[in-house]
C-alpha cells in the first residue's frame, strides 16, 4: 500500500488492517457512529495540536486525521490508549495509520470535510472577534456544594476546547483559572456562563478574563490539568503559573477529590452526551443548557451537565481477561469498588470476554474511565459499553459452569444507602489501598503476612494515628493492589469483622 491516502479512490478503500505501530502523522479512527459529523473527528485531535486534513469514510464508519506534527500524532495515539474516547456514549477506535500523509480530492465529501477543517481550526480563528485574552478567571461564590476541575470542564467545554485548567483558593474563595485555544471561545464561555448557578440556587460563577496569556500547567492532577500533555506526573507539589506573581495564591483547595458518584479522574471525562451545541473536547459534548444551568438530582448533591446514561447503557464488555484465573466473583469484587454489580457473565466459548451489568448508567461510566487499561492477572483489562441492556441468567436447567452469578440481593454492595459515605472515597486504582473494620486484636504484622501471603510485595504499612480500625497498605504495583483487593475485600478477620478494602487516593 502507498503510504498517501487518497481521497478519490475511497470507494476502494480497505482502511488500515493493521494493528497500531509505527508512528505517523496519519491517525486511523474506526467504529465511529454511523451519522458522525466531520467536526466531531476532528475534534478528537484539537486538543492535541492543529488538525492539517480529513478522510472521512463514512460507509466504512471510519475516519483519517492528519495531525500537524508526529508528535501531536504520539501524544493523541498514547492518550487514547489509556482513555478510550466515546462519542454519543459508543467507544471508537484511534489508531496510527501507515498512511504518512493525506492527499484528498474536490469532492463533495471533501470539501465539507474541508469547511469543517477551516472553521474549527485554531489557526483559523477570525481576529475581530479577538477578546482581551484566551485565559478566564473564574470565581465560585456561595460554595455549598463541592465543586471539581472535572466539573468546570464539563460545562467550559461546551464552548471550546479547554486545553489547560487550574483551581485554587485564594481569599477563603474558590478559583480557577482556564485556558481557550482562541478568544472567542472565552468570549463566548463569559457571555454565557457569567452569573450562572452550577447548582440551584448556589456555586454561582463570576467570571473575567485573565491578564495571563497563558498557563504553565506541571501536573495533571484534580488541581492542575493541561489537556494537550498527557505525560505529565500527577505530582504533589501545588502547580505553578508563568506569572511568579500568582504562585503566592497557591492554597491547599477546598475541593475533596471526588465529592459525588461519577466524579472522573482520567481526563476528559468519559460522561458523553449527544451535543445540541458541537463541543470541540473528545468524547465530551454538553447539551444545550436552557437558562440556569440544568442541574440533576443524583447521589450527593443536585449537580449540572452530566445526565446519566440511559438505562440501557448499564452493561460493561470486559475483554482481554485472563481466561486461566478470571472468575465472576473477582469481577464483582473489581467493578463493585466503583457501583453496585447486580450480574456478572464470563462468555462461555470466549472465556476472555465477560459482562458485567452496573445498577445505572453512571456507576457503569464512572467503571468504565477508571478500569479500562488497568492490567488483571498479568494483562490490560478493555472496558466498553456494551450493546445489552441486561445479562441473561441461563434457563432452569441450562447449567453454564458457574459462569453466570447473580449479585443483585449481595450484602457486599458499596453503595446501596443513599448518600454513603462510600461516594466521596472513589478513587483511581493506585499501589496504596485503604484498609477498615480492622479489629484491635488484629495487629500491623498479621495484616502484612496476610497481604504478602498471595506473594505480593508490601512496601510500607501505616495505621491512621486516631482510628486503629483504619490503616493504609502499600503494595509493590497497582497490579498486586488490584489482586489484593479482590482478594482480601470481605475477609474474615475475626471476632466478627471482616476487613473492607479500597483504592487510596494517598501514598505512605
Do not use: W
Not at 503566592?248 to 451545541?277: D, E, L, M, R
Not at 447486580?342 to 457503569?364: C, H, P, W, Y
Not at 501505616?462 to 509493590?476: C, E, N, S, W
Amino acid at each position: 500500500m502507498s503510504t498517501t491516502a487518497n481521497g478519490n479512490d475511497s470507494k476502494k478503500f480497505k482502511g488500515d488492517i493493521r494493528g497500531p505501530g509505527v508512528p505517523s502523522r496519519v491517525i486511523h479512527i474506526r467504529k465511529l457512529p454511523n451519522d458522525i459529523t466531520e467536526a466531531e473527528v476532528i475534534s478528537l485531535g484539537l486538543p492535541f495540536g492543529d488538525v492539517t486534513n480529513l478522510l472521512m469514510l463514512k460507509a466504512k464508519n471510519q475516519a483519517f486525521l492528519e495531525m500537524n506534527s508526529e508528535e501531536a500524532a504520539q501524544n493523541m495515539v498514547g492518550y487514547y490508549s489509556t482513555v478510550m474516547p466515546i462519542i454519543r456514549h459508543y467507544p471508537v477506535f484511534v489508531q496510527f495509520s501507515n498512511h504518512k500523509e493525506l492527499k484528498t480530492d474536490n469532492s463533495p465529501n471533501q470539501e465539507r470535510a474541508q469547511a469543517a477543517l477551516r472553521a474549527l481550526s485554531s489557526s483559523h480563528v477570525d481576529a475581530a472577534v479577538a477578546a482581551p485574552s484566551t485565559v478566564l478567571r473564574v470565581v465560585v461564590e456561595n460554595l455549598v456544594y463541592p465543586v471539581t476541575l472535572d466539573a468546570l470542564c464539563q460545562i467550559f467545554s461546551k464552548f471550546g476546547t479547554v486545553l489547560r485548567i487550574i483551581v485554587f483558593t485564594k481569599n477563603s474563595q474558590f478559583q480557577a483559572l482556564l485556558q481557550y485555544p482562541d478568544g472567542a471561545s472565552a468570549q463566548a464561555a463569559k457571555l454565557s456562563l457569567d452569573g450562572q448557578n452550577i447548582y440551584n440556587g448556589c456555586c454561582t460563577l463570576r467570571i473575567s478574563f485573565s491578564k495571563l496569556t497563558s498557563l504553565n500547567v506541571k501536573y495533571n492532577n484534580e488541581k492542575s490539568r493541561d489537556f494537550t500533555r498527557p505525560d505529565l506526573p500527577s505530582g504533589d507539589s501545588q502547580p505553578t503559573l508563568e506569572h511568579p506573581a500568582m504562585a503566592t495564591a497557591f492554597t491547599p483547595g477546598i475541593i475533596s477529590a471526588s465529592p459525588y458518584a461519577g466524579a472522573t479522574h482520567g481526563f476528559p471525562p468519559a460522561f458523553t452526551i449527544q451535543p445540541a451545541v458541537s463541543s470541540h473536547y473528545p468524547g465530551l459534548t454538553v447539551p444545550t443548557l436552557p437558562g440556569a444551568l440544568a442541574s440533576l438530582s443524583l447521589p450527593g448533591a443536585t449537580r449540572l451537565g452530566f445526565p446519566p446514561i440511559p438505562a440501557g447503557h448499564c452493561v460493561l464488555l470486559v475483554s482481554n481477561l485472563n481466561p486461566e484465573r478470571v472468575t465472576p466473583h473477582c469481577l464483582f469484587i473489581l467493578f463493585g469498588v466503583y457501583g453496585d454489580v447486580m450480574r456478572v457473565k464470563i462468555l462461555f466459548n470466549k472465556k476472555e470476554n465477560a459482562l458485567v451489568q452496573m445498577s445505572d448508567g453512571t456507576q457503569a461510566q464512572l467503571a468504565m474511565s477508571h478500569l479500562n487499561g488497568q492490567r488483571l492477572h498479568g494483562k490490560p483489562l478493555r472496558v466498553t459499553l456494551s450493546k445489552h441492556s441486561s445479562v441473561q441468567l441461563p434457563r432452569e436447567g441450562h447449567e453454564d459452569q458457574g459462569l453466570t452469578k447473580d449479585y443483585s440481593n449481595s450484602p457486599l454492595h458499596r453503595f446501596k444507602k443513599p448518600g454513603s459515605k462510600n461516594y466521596s472515597n472513589i478513587f483511581p486504582p493506585s499501589a496504596t489501598l485503604h484498609l477498615s473494620n480492622i479489629p484491635p486484636s488484629v495487629v500491623e504484622d498479621d495484616l502484612k503476612m496476610l497481604f504478602s501471603s498471595s506473594g505480593a510485595m508490601v512496601k510500607a504499612f501505616k495505621f491512621f494515628q486516631k482510628d486503629h480500625k483504619m490503616a493504609l497498605i502499600q503494595m509493590g504495583t497497582v497490579e498486586e493492589a488490584i489482586e489484593s483487593l479482590i482478594e482480601f475485600h470481605n475477609h474474615d478477620l475475626g471476632e466478627n469483622h471482616h476487613l473492607r478494602v479500597s483504592f487510596s487516593k494517598s501514598s505512605i
